[in-house]
């Protein structure tokens, strides 16, 4: 018997699926029923948690295009991710670029990466010294400002004055 | 190196030495790194996890400062092998579990760690003693430097480095600082600088990382967020606020020494005595004890015992390292009586 889903390896899994009162027998190869238990399996704590913001930034018109995009490298849906909170492979990211950039703004305040390259293998200029260092304060010295992180402020305000004086200097 | 050569071996982060190691146990760095075109390690199948494996043990093989190293494959270590590595901070609890092709190499002054399918395909951890996360930065970022020429690293130009989990992306990068701050605890301060500390963002953890409860006065406190600034500000946005918790440690301590000098003496020296003298002892009561035993030591009230040796009880001590210094297979309470032993032999020889 070959297995269900890919047609290819031979069927060694054998589950029931109950949906809807309707019985479902299926006959799965180990990896694909390896990427079906794990798509099924439910987690909770940070997944949950993960899963559920992802739904908050899902645009409602969509709704069904968002849930049926799978990502061709992996085989990764996105309604897999919302229910495991992880992606699939490094492909995914971009196959769920559009959900994804206003999920990692929630999660991180930002979705554009100024850290370090693997093609340049050399670290960043030195901190403070450029001048996205600078703006990269200001945005943090709202940041602080809005949560009400008074103490953060006022040591990032400090900082900024610094440097805006050695820049005159200059 | 064997597993059984560790157990004889102090590590490097656990000496004690380094900036505010009156206050700062150890700073450690961590890189959460994939490979492009390989599913993550939760999402792939055997054969993939295996090339994941071999691909990377060879590029670390070619790391000149990987080069005095060992990779343990989960799989051929027993269960105390594995929790005894993750009492001396060298992986984490979730690599014990379903060891199927998971793999660590650690390096022979087990300061560098490389977790390999763990949550993601590599987590480099490199740990210091006392605080001093830039010099942890530097030797880390000069690895993960070595092993992108060798590996084709998951990485997008807006993203940063591509994890499995969204709240890692960026520079897949944690850094943490474990704290020892007993004064703010017995002064009851603590519960304030925790809450400051959630409101900055930072996230405080136990000695063992995820999903530990703090003990015995040990804060660990790192970054959560991990995209939109660079390493470097991540760091120094961390030193920052571990400067301030510093400070305030340190002020506590001396209210203390000014105002309730006694109280404080006579705490220590009771701590002291019972590990002196236990016959009986758990590791929760070890390392509540240890905790004041450490503080005397850097009150400069506790005089015969260096802060190497405190640092190490807290080690051995433990489970795993209980049962591998001993050979077998220990029950909980044949465990109790080998601590306190243990504790009794190496405190009354000094």
Same mark, same amino acid.
Not at chain 2, 18 to 30: A, K, N, Y
Not at chain 2, 181 to 199: G, Y
């Given at each position: 018997?070959l297995?269900d *889903?890919c ?6 899994v054998?589950?029931?699926?109950i949906?809807?009162?309707?019985m479902?027998e299926l006959?799965?190869?180990?990896d694909c ?10 987690q909770f704590?940070?997944s ?5 913001m992802a739904?908050?930034?899902k645009?409602?018109s969509?709704?069904e295009?968002v849930v ?5 490298s992996?085989g ?7 229910k495991?909170?992880r992606?699939g492979?490094?492909e995914c990211f ?9 999920l990692?703004?929630? *999660?991180h305040g930002?979705?554009?990466?100024i850290g ?5 293998t050399?670290?960043p200029?030195k901190?403070?010294k450029?001048?996205?260092?600078l703006?990269e304060?200001?945005n943090q010295l709202?940041?602080?400002i809005q949560?009400?992180?008074?103490e953060?402020a006022?040591?990032?305000r400090?900082? *900024?004055k ?5 820049k005159e200097k200059e | #190196?064997q597993?059984?050569d560790?157990?004889?071996?102090t590590s490097?982060?656990l000496?004690?030495?380094?900036p505010?190691s009156d206050?700062?146990i150890?700073?450690?760095i ?7 075109k390989f599913?993550f390690p ?5 054969a993939q996890l295996n090339?994941?494996? %071999?691909?990377?043990?060879?590029a670390?093989e070619?790391?000149e400062?990987?080069k005095? &190293?060992t990779?343990?494959v989960?799989?051929?270590?027993? &269960?105390?092998?594995r $929790?005894?590595l993750?009492?001396r901070?060298?992986?984490s609890i979730e ?5 199927e092709?998971?793999a660590?190499l650690?390096?022979d002054?087990e300061n560098?760690a490389v977790?390999i399918n763990e949550?993601d395909h =590599?987590?480099i951890?490199?740990?210091q003693?006392?605080?001093n =996360? ?7 970022n000069?690895?993960?430097?070595? =092993? ?6 998951a990485?997008?130009?807006d993203f940063?480095y591509l994890? !499995?989990?969204?709240t ?6 944690r850094g943490?600082v474990?704290?020892h ?14 809450? !400051?500390?959630?409101?900055l963002?930072?996230?405080?953890r136990?000695?063992?990382g995820?999903?530990t409860?703090a &003990?015995?006065?040990?804060f660990?406190i790192?970054?959560?967020v991990?995209?939109?600034?660079s390493?470097? %500000?991540?760091? %120094?946005n ?13 002020? !506590?301590r001396e209210? #203390?020494?000014?105002?309730?000098k006694?109280?404080?003496? /006579?705490? @220590?020296n009771?701590s002291?005595?019972i590990?002196k003298?236990?016959? @009986?002892?758990?590791? $929760?009561e070890?390392?509540e004890?240890l905790s004041m ?5 850097d009150?400069? #009230?506790v005089?015969?015992i /260096?802060?190497?040796t405190?640092n190490?009880l807290f @080690?051995?001590?433990?489970? !795993?390292?209980? $049962? ?5 297979k220990?029950?909980? /309470?044949?465990?109790d ?7 009794r032999?190496?405190l009354?020889?000094?």
């Amino acid at each position: 018997m070959l297995c269900d *889903i890919c047609g290819k390896n031979p069927a060694t899994v054998h589950l029931t699926e109950i949906i809807d009162e309707q019985m479902n027998e299926l006959h799965l190869c180990e990896d694909c029923a390896r990427h079906k238990s794990a798509a099924m399996e439910q987690q909770f704590g940070l997944s949950d948690l993960l899963g559920s913001m992802a739904n908050f930034e899902k645009p409602s018109s969509k709704e069904e295009e968002v849930v049926t995009i799978k990502c061709p490298s992996c085989g990764l849906t996105y309604a897999d991710f919302k229910k495991i909170g992880r992606m699939g492979c490094g492909e995914c990211f971009n196959v769920f670029r559009k959900y994804l950039a206003p999920l990692l703004k929630r *999660i991180h305040g930002s979705n554009q990466h100024i850290g370090k390259n693997p093609a340049k293998t050399k670290a960043p200029t030195k901190l403070y010294k450029t001048k996205a260092g600078l703006q990269e304060l200001k945005n943090q010295l709202q940041k602080a400002i809005q949560q009400e992180a008074f103490e953060e402020a006022a040591r990032l305000r400090d900082k *900024i004055k610094e440097m805006e004086a050695k820049k005159e200097k200059e | #190196m064997q597993i059984n050569d560790l157990i004889n071996h102090t590590s490097e982060w656990l000496k004690g030495t380094g900036p505010h190691s009156d206050v700062v146990i150890s700073s450690r760095i961590r890189l959460a790194r994939n490979l492009n075109k390989f599913p993550f390690p939760h999402w792939a199948s055997k054969a993939q996890l295996n090339a994941v494996l %071999e691909k990377s043990s060879q590029a670390m093989e070619k790391v000149e400062l990987l080069k005095n &190293s060992t990779l343990f494959v989960l799989a051929n270590l027993d &269960s105390i092998d594995r $929790q005894f590595l993750v009492e001396r901070h060298l992986m984490s609890i979730e690599h014990t579990q379903k060891t199927e092709q998971k793999a660590v190499l650690v390096n022979d002054e087990e300061n560098i760690a490389v977790m390999i399918n763990e949550e993601d395909h =590599l987590r480099i951890q490199l740990m210091q003693s006392g605080f001093n =996360l830039f010099e942890a930065w530097e030797i880390i970022n000069g690895i993960d430097d070595a =092993l992108a020429k060798l590996l084709d690293y998951a990485y997008l130009a807006d993203f940063g480095y591509l994890t !499995a989990c969204p709240t890692n992306t960026g520079t897949g990068m944690r850094g943490s600082v474990m704290l020892h701050l007993p004064a703010l605890v017995m002064s009851r301060q603590i519960e304030r600088v925790l809450a !400051a500390i959630a409101k900055l963002s930072f996230t405080t953890r136990g000695l063992y990382g995820e999903g530990t409860q703090a &003990s015995g006065n040990f804060f660990q406190i790192s970054n959560q967020v991990s995209l939109g600034h660079s390493e470097t %500000e991540i760091i %120094e946005n961390i030193n920052g606020l571990i400067r301030r918790i510093i400070e305030q440690e340190t002020q !506590a301590r001396e209210i #203390m020494l000014t105002k309730r000098k006694e109280v404080l003496e /006579d705490r @220590i020296n009771r701590s002291l005595g019972i590990l002196k003298s236990a016959r @009986i002892i758990t590791s $929760q009561e070890t390392i509540e004890l240890l905790s004041m035993v450490r503080l005397g030591s850097d009150l400069g #009230m506790v005089k015969d015992i /260096d802060r190497r040796t405190i640092n190490e009880l807290f @080690i051995i001590t433990q489970p !795993a390292h209980l $049962q591998k210094l001993e050979n077998v297979k220990l029950s909980s /309470d044949q465990r109790d009586l080998k601590r306190a032993e243990l504790i009794r032999k190496k405190l009354n020889l000094l």
